[in-house]
């Protein structure tokens, strides 16, 4: 096969020179252009630029022939990358096709864009019409263009070539294993630890106490499970499993032996143990029996001895017992050791139990060895059984479908239909990845029938948590040799930031052995990954910080000269001087002293908040400067937030308000809805729903309301309201972060709209948010970015990759993490470039491992730093500090990225060799400086808006009519007389119970006046009738087991002293006659036709509540005093729920229960205190709007229905003066021509109303 040559050295622009034919690869760095080149080359393939039979030109680096869009795959990582590059290159052939449109010569092309002038002039005009045609019809065939992700399109390549693949045609994708894996998990559980017998189990529940700590062992071996796995740097072994763990039975069996023995040998002379203990007790060595000298330790230590000498306890757990063996019994110098016969038998013990150690810390990879084989075959094998896949699977499978049987049939097929295929982000690709294409191309081998085209750069490797493998990268950058090509021109940044990053990687590249980026070798010094200057296109904008030229790269000193810092005081003194240059940056931009000006005579643009990105590695350091910037009044956003919704305080809020509008009847419930911390309810207003009855009556509507809402609307609508309601957006965007929780709340609202689509009813959305409350991680719902205002960006170095900013800053550049064992199983390659998992956990068993896993740890922090320096576009800043780590007493600063890069490996103890290390680069480039990170405070001084108001608009639209749902809570709480303020209120109501106990005493105890009172007790006795409503209230006076119940219910709420008064209070509800003494009345026990707690609605046109108000008080108890309603108007539907409506003697009733305390005795519950607390609290509306539903209702249903002959009227039972002369009833029953008056009003016939 053919071997095209390079073109690296031709002065031929790239985009136009290119071979597109065989295996190039292009290394892009950073800012160089590389969507833009991309573009270009399509546009190329599309014309069939620079084919061999071009009529004008001899060219050889075209491709064979024009292709359209569905033959040229372009790959990308990410759907927002793959969707950009469909976009840029659809722009990009439009504008192709207008160029080759043009009739007159000179159309400015050559000044607007030189090489696509440049692509044209190589075409004869006579052509231009064709080129122009081409690019039309290749810009309105995009739709279909083979431009996705890897993933999607390996999904799509299985699916259209499953016969050749051997897959199904369809399988489901699913996007979170977890689930799946932990179950097979708990199947290899099953399969392999049930069947042991108990010594062999007990192997391997000291290995792994439970099947989940089996899978969180597993969980990162599961990730990579492509990769060689190796314990103390040599790889595992084939082993039978069984076989080993039957080898460790003899040894355990002789450690039950020897602990016989021992305790044997305790027994024999264990008082004169205690003894001896006793007398050693002030000389034991205090390290080795910390907390000897407390009593209670010290006896706790003998108990143990004690329970362990009479078989209570296992030796193994018995740690002090333990320590008495011989070697282990440490006492302070010159002390002679007693001579029992148990320390050299539990010495005995000690050293087998050692040695068991030893082996089955050796048999545990073996296990995870095990494990993870069976349970990644379990997994594929249960995927397979239900159609599914992983995301894995899509490029695992249709690597194994080019590998196995039919592979090169397949491959051949792939490579007919896609001839030419460009990989963008190629440096993040891994082996399997890489796999599928060598397999198609052939990259090696170069075939010039068809292309292949990798970019990337090497230098921004920085997703190996991912599954990127540099290494893989580097195979390919060998296979491609010597047809590499290079984009070297940054068009990002200003000339002095390439000029400042410049001099810190060549000068890397320059002193260093391995180079810039460690991957020379130190012997041979070839360098697979070699630092290349970029040049600089430039900016026509030069930055201004406070009237100054801004630098483009400062160092900000941290901390002291002589002292290291450890990492929470250099988060926090960084993060305190970056929020101040930042307030005297936006400070100075109010005076057109901070901002942009313009070379090309554009007017002075201001520095503005989003002009900033500030750079961290995790959400640590996020939350550190992000605190710094609240201090100071400047406002930001995390960009990086990848938690899922479902993992914030507000999703618990969430599901405690649904739950609450599900059960509003449920104190506690409804109770913990209203305390939720995103309600924003104060102290004062729970206090009020407390002690004001009728305020906790119209929350339970109002929630009542909600549910309605949500059965008739959706929970959506629902959810809204209720923030509508308590003006949650109003008081969440008052506070900092606010903006952050009201997004998630809308998030999950929708979420929960959506879900219920596909749930049965409330419970089932209420039951399934509360289990993502509890395993949130396994959900896809990630945090929603709150705003895209003028905030200040905090972004992680990870996601800022292929993103620019105007200034960046990194106040944090030195931190870094070191490979120890404690997060997570370390990676590391060998020479060969294969990839290893130690599975020791500790760097003294595996020390190669480590460092090896370290010293890859450190490449990528280059490669991390790298990518952190070319974001700017005109400066960057960094923090640095002798920055120290955990206990250590010394500077690390060396171990990460900048450090290495400072110093090339060697320690850099204090701040002054960092100083020295930073001057070597200041003294060489004028556009390197530095200076001292201040403890000034500064504020930032938020400006004021100076627009203009403009006219109001005349609205074109009749103005819109609220229509509402009403309730006779929501037109009481309206009430104008009511208290100023809340608090008032809570006063007035709490100080009445004190007047009225001057005056008439205090409440006899064992009665119903001195049942608590408040809204908690008043929902009680509701729901007591109520429940003996539903059982029947004719059953519940004879059912005495029915009363025991409301009696428990009474003490579990501690009330239990007044339960003798409760079941008096149940027997006089009952048998007493709902009338004043001497008059006839309905009596609940003999009642045969009612209904408790029915509701009722009916609808309200345009109906003001002034004029019902005054209605009411001139037809019930005329001339009494009574607090007025305030205006609304009632336009839409009417609701409410009657406690009790009931049939008595061919009438109907509308009860109410009240249980209002009116005094400590009965003599308080005269008509006239009855009427006196009616008006206070306008139940007269309630029972008016009570009767004219009874009314509507009867007349609808009742055949020759007489309002006269068929209401009995309306009472208030106050629960409490049941046995009062006036049995705590108040009777109603306004004239028939009230209540017809009432309904036209309601009905909106409000012509004969008078004025108000």
């Not at 016969?163 to 799946?180: R, T």
């Not at 070297?488 to 410049?502: D, E, I, P, W």
């Not at 993992?647 to 809020?653: G, L």
């Not at 001292?932 to 400006?943: H, K, L, M, R």
Request: glycine content about 6%.
């Amino acid at each position: 096969m053919t071997t095209l040559p390079s073109t690296e050295s031709s002065s031929t622009p790239l985009a136009l020179g290119l071979p597109l034919r065989g295996s190039q690869l292009i290394e892009a760095s950073a800012g160089t252009g590389k969507t833009f080149t991309i573009a270009l080359l399509y546009v190329r393939l599309v014309l069939g630029h620079g084919q061999p039979d071009d009529d004008s030109h001899s060219f050889t680096n075209g491709f064979t022939m024009p292709l359209v869009p569905p033959d040229i795959l372009v790959v990308t990582f990410t759907e927002a990358a793959s969707q950009e590059l469909k976009d840029r290159i659809r722009a990009r052939l439009v504008q192709a096709a207008e160029a080759f449109r043009a009739t007159e010569g000179d159309d400015g092309l050559h000044q607007s864009d030189p090489l696509l002038a440049q692509l044209r002039d190589d075409y004869p005009r006579a052509h231009w019409p064709l080129c122009a045609r081409r690019l039309e019809v290749a810009a309105e065939w995009m739709d279909d263009a083979a431009i996705s992700t890897i993933h999607s399109w390996a999904q799509r390549m299985l699916k259209e070539h499953a016969f050749d693949s051997g897959k199904l045609f369809h399988q489901e994708i699913v996007k979170d294993l977890s689930s799946l894996t932990q179950e097979a998990v708990f199947d290899y559980w099953r399969t392999r630890i049930y069947p042991m017998d108990a010594p062999m189990a007990g192997v391997m529940m000291e290995l792994f106490a439970s099947p989940i700590a089996l899978h969180g062992a597993l969980r990162t071996l599961l990730q990579r499970h492509d990769v060689q796995l190796c314990f103390a740097g040599a790889p595992l072994p084939k082993k039978d499993l069984q076989a080993q763990l039957r080898g460790l039975l003899p040894a355990r069996e002789a450690l039950n032996e020897a602990e016989d023995k021992a305790r044997q040998a305790y027994c024999q002379d264990a008082e004169a143990i205690h003894q001896a203990l006793h007398g050693l007790r002030s000389k034991l060595n205090g390290n080795k029996f910390r907390g000897k000298n407390d009593d209670t330790t010290f006896a706790s230590w003998l108990a143990e001895l004690n329970d362990w000498g009479r078989g209570k306890r296992c030796l193994a757990a018995c740690k002090f017992v333990q320590k008495l063996a011989t070697s282990q019994l440490l006492v302070n110098k010159g002390t002679t050791l007693p001579t029992f016969e148990v320390h050299d038998a539990l010495e005995a013990w000690h050293e087998l139990s050692t040695s068991i150690h030893t082996q089955a810390k050796e048999l545990k990879p073996l296990v995870l060895a095990d494990a993870r084989e069976w349970v990644s075959n379990r997994v594929n094998q249960q995927l397979s059984q239900r159609a599914e896949m992983g995301f894995d699977g899509m490029i695992q499978g249709l690597a194994d479908a080019l590998s196995g049987k039919g592979g090169d049939a397949l491959a051949h097929r792939l490579r007919t239909q896609f001839p030419v295929a460009m990989i963008d982000e190629f440096q993040d690709t891994d082996p399997a990845q890489y796999r599928i294409f060598d397999a198609i191309y052939q990259v090696q081998e170069s075939d010039p029938s068809s292309a292949l085209i990798l970019i990337g750069d090497p230098k921004q490797a920085i997703y190996g948590f991912r599954g990127g493998d540099i290494y893989t990268y580097l195979k390919a950058r060998a296979a491609t040799s010597p047809r590499h090509h290079t984009l070297a021109t940054n068009f990002r940044s200003s000339a002095n930031v390439v000029a400042s990053v410049n001099q810190l990687f060549r000068h890397a590249e320059n002193a260093f052995t391995r180079k810039a980026f460690r991957f020379a070798n130190e012997t041979t010094q070839e360098n697979p990954m070699p630092f290349t200057p970029a040049g600089a296109n430039g900016r026509k904008e030069a930055l201004v910080l406070n009237s100054k030229p801004a630098a483009a790269l400062t160092a900000w000193w941290v901390g002291e000269d002589d002292e290291p810092v450890n990492k929470k005081r250099y988060l926090a003194q960084a993060a305190r001087h970056c929020a101040n240059q930042i307030a005297s940056w936006l400070n100075g931009a109010a005076s057109n002293a901070s901002g942009f000006e313009n070379t090309t005579g554009q007017a002075f643009r201001p520095l503005q908040a989003s002009d900033i990105a500030i750079l961290v590695r995790d959400r640590t350091e996020a939350a550190a400067i992000r605190s710094a910037l609240s201090e100071r009044q400047l406002a930001s956003v995390y960009l990086s937030d990848r938690d899922s919704v479902f993992a914030t305080p507000e999703a618990k809020d969430c599901w405690r308000w649904l739950k609450a509008i599900a059960h509003p009847e449920e104190v506690s419930t409804l109770r913990a809805a209203l305390a939720t911390p995103t309600l924003g309810m104060s102290l004062a207003q729970l206090d009020e729903l407390h002690h004001n009855e009728l305020a906790w009556e119209a929350t339970q509507e109002r929630f009542a309301e909600y549910r309605a809402r949500w059965h008739r609307q959706g929970v959506l609508p629902a959810l809204r309201q209720l923030m509508h309601d308590y003006r949650v957006p109003e008081q969440l965007l008052a506070k900092p972060q606010g903006e952050r929780c009201l997004t998630n709340l809308l998030h999950l609202a929708e979420w929960a709209q959506q879900a219920s689509d596909t749930l049965d009813g409330d419970h089932a959305l209420i039951r399934v948010l509360g289990e993502h409350i509890q395993d949130p991680k396994r959900d896809e719902q990630i945090l929603r970015l709150e705003s895209d205002a003028d905030l200040i960006q905090v972004v992680t170095i990870f996601k800022s990759k292929g993103l620019e900013y105007p200034i960046v800053a990194l106040p944090f550049i030195a931190t870094f993490k070191e490979i120890n064992g404690k997060w997570g199983t370390p990676l590391f390659h060998d020479e060969g470039g294969n990839a290893f998992l130690e599975l020791a956990n500790s760097k003294d068993e595996a020390k190669e491992g480590f460092e090896a896993a370290n010293d890859e740890r450190l490449s990528e922090d280059m490669r991390l730093l790298y990518v952190a320096l070319t974001r700017a576009r005109h400066a960057t800043f960094i923090g640095l500090a002798p920055l120290k780590h955990g206990s250590s007493k010394k500077a690390q600063i060396d171990k990460s990225g900048i450090g290495h890069l400072l110093g090339g490996g060697k320690v850099l103890p204090d701040l002054g060799s960092i100083k020295s290390a930073w001057q070597v680069h200041s003294e060489a480039c004028a556009h390197i400086t530095s200076h001292p990170a201040t403890s000034e405070e500064v504020s930032y001084q938020v400006q004021a808006t100076n627009s203009k108001l403009k006219t109001a608009r005349t609205p074109s639209h009749q103005a819109f009519t609220p229509w509402w749902i009403a309730s006779y809570s929501a037109l009481q709480q309206k009430g104008v007389n009511a208290p100023e303020t809340p608090q008032a209120e809570i006063e007035t109501e709490e100080h009445q119970p004190i007047r009225t106990t001057l005056i008439h005493g205090t409440p006899e105890v064992g009665s119903l006046h001195a049942f608590p009172k408040g809204p908690n007790p008043g929902t009680f006795l509701h729901g007591v009738l109520e429940t003996l409503a539903n059982e029947g209230f004719d059953n519940a006076s004879r059912d005495a087991e029915l009363t025991q119940r409301m009696l428990q219910r009474c003490a579990q709420r501690g009330w239990e002293v007044h339960a003798p008064a409760l079941k008096a209070g149940i027997t006089a509800w009952l048998h007493t006659p709902l009338a004043a003494e001497g008059e006839e009345g309905p009596v609940l026990a003999s009642l045969t036709h009612y209904r408790a707690e029915p509701d009722f609605w009916f609808a309200t046109v345009n109906a003001k509540t002034p004029v019902l108000d005054k209605l009411v008080k001139e037809t019930l108890f005329p001339g009494e005093p009574r607090p007025a309603l305030g205006f609304q108007q009632l336009n839409g539907l009417m609701k409410g729920f009657i406690d009790l409506l009931a049939e008595h003697n061919g009438q109907y009733y509308v009860i109410d229960w009240k249980s209002n305390w009116l005094g400590p005795s009965d003599a308080a519950y005269t008509e006239d205190a009855l009427t006196r607390a009616t008006l206070d609290k306008r139940y007269d509306m309630q029972l008016c709007i009570y009767l004219l539903a009874l009314h509507r209702h009867l007349r609808q249903t009742l055949p020759d229905y007489d309002y006269d002959h068929h209401i009995g009227g309306a009472m208030l039972v106050f629960l409490r003066g049941i046995q009062a002369p006036s049995r705590g009833v108040l009777r109603v029953k306004p004239p028939l021509a009230f209540i017809e008056r009432l309904d036209d009003l309601m009905a909106g016939e409000n012509h004969k109303e008078v004025a108000v």
